[in-house]
């Protein structure tokens, strides 16, 4: 599980919704901007009535980027926000299913190709290197490849949360008072 950030706002729901709303341009692509979105706020996202998820605005492409998802709860003397990083669902869907794509396809080809090698068999047709290497090559790389992308937008979590907290007045509650 991803690890819950807390934050403490004195401003009501509702401001919070609209100071978001405001600090933020929403996700809605184009072809005229170097980012690829509409607007030149530095944050893109969206909020709902209770909810909200955001991301920085960068100028190359890293679909494995941090975004934010967070739920705003009325509490007394303001809003508590509480959110999580994690991938964009569209980036975790596509990964779950590219990853089951090449374990099972993958997979297969791999243990007839160590089938040929240890018994002599010709299940494989070609190089039977081939099947042992590119296999576990893809899967290695479906891991490697979010890690390397969480990596280039580490600074962005950082950003991110000091936006919310200029954005919001609000400050970060310590782990042990999450409970």
């Known amino acids: ?52 998820h955001m991301q920085k605005r960068r100028f190359y492409r890293n679909d494995f980027a941090p975004h934010f998802y967070g739920t705003m709860h009325p509490g007394p003397g303001g809003t508590r926000i509480e959110g999580r990083f994690d991938l964009s669902t569209w980036v975790r869907a596509f990964m779950w299913f590219w990853l089951g794509g090449v374990v099972l396809i993958g997979g297969t080809i791999f243990v007839f190709s160590l089938t040929d090698v240890v018994t002599g068999s010709h299940h494989i047709t070609g190089d039977v290197r081939v099947g042992l290497i590119v296999p576990p090559a893809m899967v290695l790389f479906g891991i490697a490849l979010p890690k390397f992308g969480r990596l280039l937008g580490r600074s962005e979590e950082t950003y991110i949360l000091q936006h919310l907290q200029t954005v919001l007045n609000a400050r970060i509650e310590e782990p042990a008072a999450n409970g």
């Open 1 to 52: 599980m991803k690890k819950m950030i807390v934050l403490q706002s004195p401003m009501s729901p509702s401001a919070v919704a609209d100071a978001l709303r405001r600090s933020m341009d929403e996700e809605r692509r184009t072809l005229f901007s170097f980012s690829g979105y509409k607007g030149d706020q530095p944050i893109l996202g969206e909020v709902t009535a209770d909810t909200f």
